[in-house]
């Protein structure tokens, strides 16, 4: 390999049928204009399966992720392998040490049937990995007098902490909501969670605790009440109307920040020189 500088490198050669080797340390020395490597390659095995859905209908564009390494709660693994099932639903594996596999889906539709993870011996072939829908969640949101939103933007909370996100694919009708988000495993087959409305002129919603359990397909009955949103005012004094308008300037700023962290959404001054925070 020409024009390599002076340093530190991991290589990584894999040749189809032979085998392979992963992140071999090499060290070049600064100046060096040839170096012998040796390379003992490792048998290579491979996994081999398909991905249906709960009728035996196969799934194209489904990405399976296969890791011989731990992960924490957010997916980050070493050693991860990536497939991305054909029209035919098919996966393969290549360049697999003689081990198991820990399997996993990345998909916005569907999870596996079974349990969050599979896992998997190298040199298995016609896998067949069920995956079905993610679980459903339908519910209205309530305004003050009792009728039903018609337009909101939803937000999921897991309960052990404050990480929130806004859901996709939500649909609104006349009979409320409807949405089949991705929720991330604690451990185990449920998830505490929270839903949390957000709409122009109210104060944020949030739905009693649900308790997401991937072996249900529907949860259904999420309500969600929204109250007038409410404001705090202070008066300002000997200021002019200039500094007024800067006062704003800085208090929205501030309010922009706050918003992030889900404690107010502006902030204005009037021509009463009264600054109103709402959210």
Known sequence: IAGIEGGVYLLTVE???????????????????????????????????????????ALEGVILKASNDKTNFFGGRGNQNDSITDKEGKFIFDF?????????????????????????????????????????????????NGQKAKEYV?????????????LKNVIISEDGFSVRPKVYSMGGNSTKIFLIVKVKGFEEGVSKEIEYNVDVN???????????????????STIDNKKISEI?????AVAKRLNSMGVIEKATVDENSQIKLSG
């Open 96 to 144: 697999l040490e003689d081990k198991s596999y820990t399997f996993s889906i990345e998909s916005e539709i569907y999870r596996l049937a079974s349990k969050a993870e599979l896992e998997i011996k190298a040199g298995t072939e016609d896998v067949v990995v069920t995956l079905k829908e993610m679980v459903e969640l339908k519910g209205v949101v309530l305004l003050p």
């Open 218 to 236: 529907l949860i259904d009955d999420i309500k969600i009440q929204l109250k007038e949103e409410s404001f705090e005012t202070f008066k300002i």
């Open 154 to 166: 939803l937000w999921l909370r897991y309960n052990q902490f404050d990480f929130r996100e806004p």
């Open 15 to 57: 040749v189809k049928d032979v085998g392979h080797i992963r992140d071999l340390k090499v060290e070049i020395q600064k100046g060096a204009k040839k170096k012998t490597i040796k390379l003992v390659l490792k048998k290579s095995l491979q996994i081999k399966g398909q991905v249906v859905d709960q009728t035996g209908k």
């Open 248 to 252: 704003e300037y800085i208090a929205s």
